[in-house]
């Protein structure tokens, strides 16, 4: 890996105690809490604008396992308007709008999350699969449903 190259837009605010670490950009009016981990292991995370990143949430770039080239791996886009709550950890190979990651949930690499979709407390989706826009993953036993609406824009 590369050295650092962090890219802050004007307008956001990333706490000196949080931890990021590769080629990272953070957009207008992003807010990292301290001890949020941003890790650009197996290339860049550019992260889009009105996210929230909370305190212990992880967002790690890395490689699936079972991919050894780091030639083909693309740059890890995450749009405006997401949020990700204490302690949650996204893996996610591309992150559209307006996604709520809710406290203590996993998202591994193998997903790719459109946009509007909410990952309740503690649930974990590994499979490989990209989720439907305005989907909701809830419960013990990580239940997937449709909402009818598109969720509310949140905000930082």
């Known amino acids: 890996m590369s050295k650092n190259s962090i890219k802050i ?3 956001a ?23 949020a981990t941003i890790v650009a292991e197996a290339g860049p995370i550019i992260i889009g604008e ?37 302690g949650c950890t996204v893996e996610a190979l591309k992150i559209g709008n307006n996604n709520v990651f ?26 490989e699969q990209i989720l439907k826009e305005n989907v909701s993953i809830f419960g013990a036993k990580c239940h997937m449903r449709e909402s009818l609406d598109k969720p509310a824009v949140q905000s930082s």
Request: aromatic fraction near 4%; charged fraction near 20%.
């Open 50 to 86: 009105q996210c929230l990143i909370e305190e212990q949430a992880k967002i790690v770039h890395r490689l699936p396992l079972d991919q050894q080239n780091k030639e083909n791996t693309p740059v890890l886009i995450i749009g405006s308007h997401n949020v990700f709550e204490v």
């Open 102 to 127: 809710e406290a203590k949930c996993f998202v591994g690499n193998k997903v790719t999350v459109t946009n509007g979709c909410t990952f309740g407390t503690g649930c974990v989706v590994t499979d």
């Open 13 to 35: 605010i990333v706490c000196e105690e949080a931890k990021l670490r590769g080629d990272i950009t953070v957009g207008s009016g992003t807010i990292i809490h301290p001890c």
């Open 9 to 11: 837009f004007p307008g």
